[in-house]
């Protein structure tokens, strides 16, 4: 099975800017969003949208402002999860009245929480994958660190070297993920080599010295039932803030063995969480 490709144009303070998305399954099955992480792609849920889709559902993996194969923005400081809310509302809009489900890893997750906690939110259920509304100092500083490098290869060997280092605290991939990874998080350069997807200015915002985020009042506006997410080592979604989520009702927080931040959601094992939570009777 091969994605579609799907473009749009959504209006952010300063201008028209194109969205980009990668589509699975057919045109009119019940609609499953997917909205990756900070540094990441649409395409990361290649593997998740494949099953889905299997089961009948319409799946879309946008790629965020500055990502992928969606433009970049003039202003820095508009690379903001407020924006990106935004954006997505753009393409929520397309479905028109439809219910949809949202599934986000990290940043992606974050996004999905302001869109569910807004009036008339369309989302029927949320997959919320290794974040919540409280993210540490010192997580935040971690990924500050390579953020803001401009990074560059001389070939795909050099590429994937790097991804492996980079999001070790994944797990435990193949050869196959780790590769499948690296081909969609790279662009060549016009010499030759390689540089990766995102634009640079997305580290903008972690140019200050990083402070605890909080931001309960968002989860608790949140009326959608929601599956949590945790990498059993993460050091972003640290255990007594899901345990503080498991306390909400309509939650269910399913720890996942063997990795940090984030559950890549490439096995089978974590695939099968997130479509059954989907399928699974109301």
Not at 52 to 67: F, I, K, S, T, W
């Given at each position: 099975?091969?994605?579609?490709?799907?473009?749009?144009?959504?209006?952010?303070?300063?201008?028209?800017?194109?969205?980009?998305?990668?589509?699975?399954?057919?045109?009119?099955?019940a609609?499953?969003?997917?909205?990756?992480?900070?540094?990441?792609?649409?395409?990361?849920f290649?593997?998740?949208?494949?099953?889905?889709?299997?089961?009948?559902?319409?799946?879309?993996?946008?790629?965020?402002?500055?990502?992928?194969?969606?433009?970049?923005?003039?202003?820095?400081?508009?690379?903001?999860?407020?924006?990106?809310?935004?954006?997505?509302?753009?393409?929520?809009?397309?479905?028109?009245?439809?219910?949809?489900?949202?599934?986000?890893?990290?940043?992606?997750g974050i996004?999905?929480?302001?869109?569910?906690?807004?009036?008339?939110?369309?989302?029927?259920?949320?997959?919320?994958?290794?974040?919540?509304?409280s993210?540490?100092?010192?997580?935040?500083?971690?990924?500050?660190?390579?953020?803001?490098?401009?990074?560059?290869?001389?070939?795909?060997?050099?590429?994937?070297?790097?991804?492996?280092?980079?999001?070790?605290?994944?797990?435990?991939?193949?050869?196959?993920?780790?590769?499948?990874?690296?081909?969609?998080?790279?662009?060549?350069?016009?010499?030759?080599?390689?540089?990766?997807?995102?634009?640079?200015?997305?580290a903008?915002?972690?140019?200050?010295?990083?402070?605890?985020i909080?931001?309960?009042?968002?989860?608790?506006?949140?009326?959608?039932?929601?599956?949590?997410?945790?990498?059993?080592?993460?050091?972003?979604?640290?255990?007594?803030?899901?345990?503080?989520?498991?306390?909400?009702?309509?939650?269910?927080v399913?720890?996942?063995?063997?990795?940090?931040?984030?559950?890549?959601?490439?096995?089978?094992v974590?695939?099968?969480l997130v479509?059954?939570?989907?399928?699974?009777?109301?």
């Amino acid at each position: 099975m091969s994605p579609r490709e799907g473009r749009l144009r959504w209006l952010s303070p300063v201008g028209f800017h194109r969205l980009a998305w990668t589509e699975w399954g057919p045109a009119d099955g019940a609609p499953v969003v997917c909205v990756h992480g900070l540094t990441r792609t649409g395409r990361d849920f290649d593997f998740l949208a494949a099953a889905l889709a299997e089961r009948g559902r319409r799946v879309l993996c946008p790629d965020m402002p500055g990502r992928g194969a969606s433009d970049g923005l003039p202003d820095p400081s508009l690379y903001r999860n407020d924006i990106y809310a935004g954006a997505c509302a753009h393409l929520l809009a397309t479905f028109g009245d439809r219910r949809i489900d949202w599934v986000g890893t990290s940043m992606g997750g974050i996004i999905g929480m302001i869109v569910a906690a807004m009036p008339n939110a369309p989302i029927r259920r949320l997959v919320i994958n290794d974040v919540g509304p409280s993210i540490p100092a010192a997580a935040l500083a971690r990924i500050g660190e390579y953020l803001g490098r401009v990074w560059s290869f001389p070939d795909l060997a050099a590429a994937e070297a790097h991804t492996r280092k980079a999001y070790a605290p994944f797990g435990a991939l193949t050869d196959a993920q780790w590769r499948h990874l690296t081909e969609t998080s790279v662009r060549p350069l016009a010499g030759g080599g390689f540089r990766l997807h995102y634009d640079p200015a997305i580290a903008e915002p972690f140019r200050t010295a990083p402070q605890d985020i909080e931001f309960w009042p968002v989860w608790e506006r949140i009326a959608a039932p929601t599956l949590v997410l945790r990498g059993e080592a993460s050091d972003l979604l640290l255990p007594e803030t899901a345990a503080r989520m498991a306390a909400k009702p309509g939650v269910r927080v399913q720890t996942v063995p063997g990795c940090g931040h984030a559950p890549a959601l490439l096995d089978a094992v974590q695939i099968g969480l997130v479509t059954d939570f989907l399928t699974e009777p109301a």
